[in-house]
């Protein structure tokens, strides 16, 4: 295929990729846009093995390579469960970023050196490629480890700490404009020093930062793969890359912001891991009140729930983690057919995706009109009788409208202390996954029902029936 | 005006069309969907696999096949996880 040819016959894909996000948007056409985007895919594919100048060993390291890779990405996302999915989706993301990174380091030893190989835009655009996808793969494997455990959820915090990441982002970035200098000044080991510089700020950006702002760290990644892909576009000339790279860049930042926002806190704010360093000192000191909290039983909750008028339930990653979302649908469809006014208030950022919890009760068939967003059911708390809150922590945590001194102060949360009584499934004391004390347990409306939220909900079921 | 020049315009204009296009298509996105979309989003950038297949495909050297391998086996991963990613989380939302 000649040149020209080529770039007409990846203008479909583009089409389809600009579909895909639109169709996205929607709850109708969702599942089409994705498999828009993937018809999309698989034809900028075919249209790239077809240029002729590929050599015959090059297609059959391509054919190796894509069916491995291939076969990782369709096993890990088939077998994976649905408490796991935000892992995958940054373990997808970081493999994306660090595919980006090889790119420029072949385009780099291919050109470097000889005077007149390297144009300066071309230049440029490996040195951004290089650095944006080394960054977001080494940020995208931390993310993957806090969530699957491997790595220690809790911000980890050191003196110097954002200093010391300025720094080693610096040298990448000095390294990188180094090259820049000449063609006698492209030499691989300075690209080298600036693709470990960028791993390393990649892995350092990402510890410091707490379980709660996973989302957005998630999403800023994946917005950062698909500046670098568009980036490798400009390096090797090919407008569909730079295209639908640019097209995730822009739409993941807006993203990113839309759960910035929903948290009410600056992106900046997020990255420099000023969050964990407020945490470290104020935690201790609330734990170490002495407070009491109201155990309660199963049965006491049943008849709670099975006399009420108006019950809202809450949802937060507890419920993913102890896959209770059926048994919850199960509770719900009991109390309404009990004449129970029965709604889901789901916070922006519950769980540990924004929308996890939507994907979650949505298994479970629970009717979208069930689902209440926060702005919408806030008000409707004081007049409900009880909120059952399953396995939620910060996002109905009171601290953050009066406590000056919280680090959440400041977020929307969802006002369940206004209810007239609340009733929390927990497993146990310890603080939810951004490590802060909530005082919502302490009052004197809220009662505790500790245990797995399976085993929890499995008994109220059976005790609403008796009641 | 040299062609490396007008060509670069040309791929500089597309792109801020591109930055613009990709706020306007999901400026309305309820919250429902963004997890969806953020994988969605994160499958499509998986279009790096172009740029690996002509790394791999065009330098025929050892340094080209080991590291265009690799990039082989991570964009394809990207490409394929991310979509059936996706598919997976959307299919619990057919018939409604």
Redesign the interface.
Known sequence: MSANLTTLAYLP?IIA??L???F????KH??L???L??VG?AL??VV??A?K???G???A??A???????????I???K?KMTD??Q??A???G??G???A??A???F??KAGLPGRM?A?ESVAIIISALIGSISFAGSMIAFGKLQGLVSDRPIVWRGQRVGNIIILLVGITAGAIILGGHDLQLIWLLLIEIAAALAFGVLFVLPIGGADMPVV??LL?AC??IS??A???E?????????????????S??TL??CRAMNRSLGNVIFGAFGQIQAGGAEAASAEDKSVRATTAEDVATMLAYAHKVIIVPGYGLAVAQAQHDVRQLADLLTARGVNVEYA?H?VAGR????M??LL??ANV??TQ?K?MDEINSEFPQTDVSLVIGANDVVNPAARSDQSSPIYGMPILDVDKSKAVVVLKRSMNPGFAGIENHLFYEPETSMLFGDAKDSIIKLIAAVKAA | MSS?TA??LA?LT??IL??????E????????????????????????????????????NL???I????????????????????????????G?
Do not use: C
Request: charged share 10%; aromatic share 6%.
């Open positions: 894909t990729f600009i895909a996000l639109k996205l948007s929607s709850p969702a599942r846009g994705n498999q985007g993937a895919m900028a594919i790239t093995l240029q100048h590929i050599y060993l090059g297609y390291i391509i190796v390579g894509g069916v491995i890779g291939g076969a990782i990405g369709w890990g996302a088939r994976v999915m935000p995958m989706v373990l997808f993301n493999v994306g660090g595919a980006v090889l790119v380091l072949i385009e030893h291919e144009l835009n998630i999403s994946n793969t698909g892909a568009s490798a576009g400009f090797l000339r090919q407008d569909v890359l730079i295209v639908s790279g640019m097209l995730v860049g822009s739409s993941g807006l993203l839309m759960m789901i922006p995706m924004p929308g996890h939507n994907v949505a298994e009717p979208y689902l967003e | 490396n060509v670069f791929e597309v792109l591109a930055i613009f296009l990709g706020i298509v999901i400026s309305k996105v309820p919250t429902l969907l963004h997890t969806p979309l953020m994988s969605g989003t994160n499958a499509i950038h998986g279009i790096v696999i172009v740029g690996a297949i002509l790394i791999t495909g065009l330098n025929d340094l080209g096949q590291v265009g391998f690799f990039a082989m086996v991570l964009a394809s991963a990207n490409v394929v996880g991310g979509f059936a990613v996706t598919d997976r989380m959307l299919e619990m939302f057919k409604k």
